[in-house]
Nanobody, 122 residues
Framework: QVQLVESGGGLVQAGGSLRLSCAAS????????MAWFRQASGKEREFVAA????????YYAESVKGRFTISRANAKITQYLQMNSLAPEDTALYYC???????????????WGQGTQVTVSP
């Protein structure tokens, strides 16, 4: 079992920044993928970004490229999502996810955090 705990959400004005964190514990395997998804009210959960833990390779949704940056701290087994130039359409519940071979779809991830709310005001 792997436990994921997110933090860092909040309310910010458009154009502002937030940094989300996700700490992993339990049976973590260094060869895994950690990702961020988000789900806005009334919409399906969508991919935001992912990082291959051992290679450091990163992947982004087109909607966040150039604004969001995913990174990791190996010693802490923690991933981060730095979000800049936030817009109202970024408002959503952001989830951390992990799996041995996750991709771009929610069903590819076994472990999920509880979510952290990000609200961007106009």
């Amino acid at each position: 079992q792997v436990q994921l705990v997110e933090s860092g959400g909040g309310l910010v004005q458009a154009g502002g920044s937030l940094r989300l964190s996700c700490a992993a514990s339990g049976r973590t395997d260094r060869n895994f993928v950690m990702a961020w998804f988000r789900q806005a009210s009334g919409k399906e959960r969508e991919f935001v970004a992912a990082i291959n833990w051992s290679l450091g390779t990163t992947y982004y949704a087109e909607s966040v490229k150039g604004r969001f940056t995913i990174s990791r701290a190996n010693a802490k087994i923690t991933q981060y999502l730095q979000m800049n130039s936030l817009a109202p359409e970024d408002t959503a519940l952001y989830y951390c996810a992990a799996d041995a071979s996750g991709g771009l779809e929610p069903f590819e991830y076994t472990y999920w955090g509880q979510g952290t709310q990000v609200t961007v005001s106009p």
